[in-house]
């Protein structure tokens, strides 16, 4: 009998949905969820015991890794322990504060000698203060840094070490924010995934006309003096089928001109060429007069 495929799993897929929208009001595409599972699986880490976070950026969401998450891939594959984070203190007014300045060593067990021995390799992670400080919008320091600011800062370093130490946890696109699974967001403004932008405002469609509503007449603007013949030309192919229309049914078949048209229907006579508020007018006379004829 087939394994059924975890990517099938429909228990799974809900959980991961539902922990994405309460913990990080993101809403997961299917393919975000199977990317998920993925990064769980090549990785060895778990969504659910927040080894990893969906980070949103420029519409794009990839998997990042949690303080906790580099951690457990450092312990999978020889974490040998870590020396105590040294610090070089800050001078002048922040002197005792906060530190300059945070370096961690972790160790890693290399088999050699064929496997018959092991060497632990070190590897050193450095993390300044005003490279890796947790800003609010207003650029102050935000609260989480400065109630810890030896922790954090110890905790970027940390960070840094595991990532030369245990290149297996490095992720796409990932970068050097960390996220405590236990702690609120090292930088208030963007170590989370933002909540989505409200929604804009519905617009309504505009109520489409009646089938017996009859269009508004063109209305007549002032046009630059080069597009006023393209105008009037447009108001004439307009009032073309009308005339005829006007031409069979009331004046028996014969061709009308437009001035004759015009007088006819208006009962204005002049000699002057039609100007477009003439062919306005008289595209309405005709409407109104074959409009009669049907009723």
Known sequence: MNKKSIYEDELLRKEIRMKAANDFEEKLSEDEISMCILTMERKRV????DHMWPNRRMGKLIWSLTADGRRTI?????LAGMDPPAFVEATGEDAGIRPEVCRVTVYRKTPYNGGKSIHLCA??????WNEFVGLKKS????SQWKQRPYNQL???AEMQALRRGFPEGEMPDDNDEVIESDDEPLNEVDSKPKASPAPKPETKPEP???PDERPAPPVTEPAPERDKEAFIAGLRESALPL???YCDKLNEGKGLSWKAAYAKLTGVVGDKAM???????LIECLRDALEGTSA
């Open 208 to 210: 489409k006309p009646t």
């Open 243 to 245: 005339l005829k229309s």
């Open 46 to 49: 778990s969504f659910f015991a």
């Open 275 to 281: 100007e477009a508020k003439d062919y306005e007018t």
């Open 74 to 78: 450092g312990h999978q594959n020889g």
């Open 123 to 128: 590897y050193h992670g450095e993390a300044r």
């Open 154 to 156: 110890a905790k970027c």
């Open 139 to 142: 650029g102050e320091v935000n």
